[in-house]
């Protein structure tokens, strides 16, 4: 018996001393909360978190992972979600603030997207605000940008939020960071207000707007003269590594993967690889 097996085997480890070397990564942030319609203007959609992925990262030991929240006040940051080095930046909040897509603005320009830079970009900005086209397209909320996807919509003619991106790190295409729609107001006979951007982005609204959903970092939807923006959804990490190696041999109880907290587990149901699928919490895995 090697020797690393047999120490293993006395220490009770689940694993043969057989770690992997490198994985792929899927490191998706929260997404910002859309913003609140300040006097005459509809709220800025909620930018979608910053969107990072990679193959044959090098990896050994015990390597922190944290997933970032969505943001949950008007206008509030999502939080940043964690890989060894690799961080994704949260979504910028619906009031043109920046982050890893930038949110749209409600009566300033849209945040930059891609803050802090990274190459490739993380994400992408924010729609500016919109007075312009009389009254019809009046006073409307700049939409968020999605992560790695597109830039959030702000002319007079759209609102929209950017779409995010597709990943199949788990076996089946996901769409990700998609960015929160702008809201507009009520008067003047407007037309309706902006929809998410595919990956998660909430729609606004004028009396109702949507949360971005959660384990995709959506940014939240702006609220309009007549309601309230809602929270941007929360981040994931993913990792996966062909099934020729060990399990993990441990994960922090704070941490949920796979749906349990501290599961090592893996999900198999991609052909030949083992994933790990972090939607909750921050602590260290050991390979």
Known sequence: ?????????????????????????????????????????GGGGGGAGGY????????????????????????????SSVFSTITSAGGGGGNGGSG???????????????TPSTSPSQGNPGGDSCSGGGYIYSHQ??????????????TCGGRNGGNGTASSITGSSVTYAGGGGGAMLTCCGASGPGNGGSGGGGNAGNSLSYPGTDGLGGGGGGGGDQGVSKPGGSGVVIIAYTDGFDDLSSVDNALTVNGSTGNTTPNTDRSGYKVYKFTSGTGSIKF
């Open 100 to 114: 890893g897509s930038g949110a749209g603005g409600k009566s300033a320009p849209g945040g930059a997207g891609n």
């Open 1 to 41: 018996m090697p020797l690393g097996t047999e120490k293993n085997t006395l220490l009770g480890a689940a694993n043969s001393g057989n770690p992997p070397d490198v994985v792929e990564y899927l490191v998706v942030a929260g997404g910002g909360a859309g913003g609140n319609a300040p006097g005459s203007w």
């Open 141 to 154: 909320g700049g939409a968020g940008g999605g992560g790695a996807g597109a830039s959030g919509q702000g």
């Open 52 to 79: 990072r992925t990679a193959t044959g990262f090098a990896v050994s030991g015990s390597i922190t992972v944290t997933v970032g929240a969505g943001g949950v006040a008007s206008g509030g940051q999502g939080g």
